[in-house]
């Protein structure tokens, strides 16, 4: 999901600059929606793997 953010946020850049405003308003309205839903679930998902006692990620 984070990835078809960063998609539409270039094309909202690329709309921007060659004079589209609408398009690019669109653009990036639908990425920061985008944003917030991924921003969203992995919190949900972080309080999941802390109540459940899952494994720690390793790095």
Known sequence: M?????????LALVA?????GG??????NIAMILF?????LFIISLVFRLVRGGPS???
């Open 16 to 20: 921007a600059v060659l004079g589209f």
């Open 23 to 28: 398009i690019a308003g669109a653009f990036t």
């Open 57 to 59: 990620p390793r790095l």
């Open 2 to 10: 984070l990835g078809w953010v960063l998609i539409f946020l270039v």
């Open 36 to 40: 917030w839903i991924f921003l969203i």
